[in-house]
């Protein structure tokens, strides 16, 4: 699922995410990035972008939604947490990354 904002036929915003079945026969959304043009930011943009990524998830059967974000960025932080998103309660995590460049095929 993606979605582009525009103003004046320039492109002022986007986010783009997956939706991921589950084994249990449900299936989930996962937001992998949004992004706001800095002279767009503080005036709902990101607030429509996200909202309009929800609901075509909850239309598509998503369950649950998720995403990740540093947690020194404030602005997304409270972006996702007005919006009712909760912190995850599984504690610390770390990321990893696979170089798959240098795997046999």
């Known amino acids: 699922m993606a979605f ?9 915003g986007w986010c783009y995410g997956y939706q991921l079945p589950r084994p249990d026969g449900t299936s989930m959304a996962y937001l992998h ?7 767009h930011r503080r005036q709902g943009l990101g607030r429509a972008l996200l909202d309009a990524f929800l609901t075509e998830a909850t239309r598509r059967g998503a369950a649950k939604a ?9 602005p997304a932080r409270a972006l ?8 995850a309660a599984q504690g610390p995590t770390e990321n990893y990354w696979f170089d798959l460049t240098e795997r046999p095929t």
């Open 4 to 12: 582009v904002a525009t103003e004046g036929g320039t492109v002022s």
């Open 33 to 39: 990035s949004i992004d706001v043009a800095e002279r």
């Open 66 to 74: 998720f995403l990740t974000t540093g947690s020194t960025n404030t």
């Open 80 to 87: 996702y947490e007005s919006a009712g998103a909760e912190i």
